[in-house]
Nanobody
Framework: QVPLVESGGGLVQAGGSLRLSCAAS????????MGWFRQAPGKEREFVAA????????SYADSVKGRFTISRDIGASTVYLQMNTLKPEDTAVYYC?????????????????WGQGTQVTVSS
C-alpha cells in the first residue's frame, strides 16, 4: 500500500489555479508534519510548503509566498496545496512528503516517504 497519494495536477494557463491533494495512509503519518516539494525537468527537487500536524506551524518557499496555501484535514489524513496565480515556472511534478518537521523540510530536507507525484503544467 502506497503511503502517500497525490492528485489534482493538470494543465492550466498562467494566472490560473489548481488544488493538489495528498492522502496519507497508515498510522505513521497520522500525527506527522507534511510538506510539498516539486521537481522541474533538469532541476533538483525543491521545497514548496510544509504544515505541522496541528496546522500551527506553516512554512513556504519564497517563490510561492502569497500565491500558494497549504492546509490539512486531520480527520481525512489529507494535506492540500491551493495554488493561485500560477506561473510557467511553477511547472513541475509535485510530491508530498511526511515525517520530518516543518523547519527541517523548509531547509529542503526530506525523507524517503514519497508519493508518485502529480504533474502541474502552466502554459504561458
Amino acid at each position: 500500500q502506497v503511503p502517500l497519494v497525490e492528485s489534482g495536477g493538470g494543465l492550466v494557463q498562467a494566472g490560473g489555479s489548481l488544488r493538489l491533494s495528498c492522502a496519507a495512509s497508515g498510522r505513521s503519518f497520522s500525527s506527522a508534519a507534511m510538506g510539498w516539494f516539486r521537481q522541474a525537468p533538469g532541476k533538483e527537487r525543491e521545497f514548496v510548503a510544509a504544515i505541522s500536524w496541528s496546522g500551527g506551524s506553516i512554512s513556504y518557499a519564497d517563490s510561492v509566498k502569497g500565491r500558494f496555501t497549504i492546509s490539512r484535514d486531520i480527520g481525512a489524513s489529507t494535506v492540500y496545496l491551493q495554488m493561485n496565480t500560477l506561473k510557467p515556472e511553477d511547472t513541475a511534478v509535485y510530491y508530498c512528503n511526511a515525517g520530518l518537521s516543518v523547519a527541517t523540510m523548509s531547509k529542503g530536507e526530506y525523507n524517503d516517504y514519497w508519493g508518485q507525484g502529480t504533474q502541474v503544467t502552466v502554459s504561458s
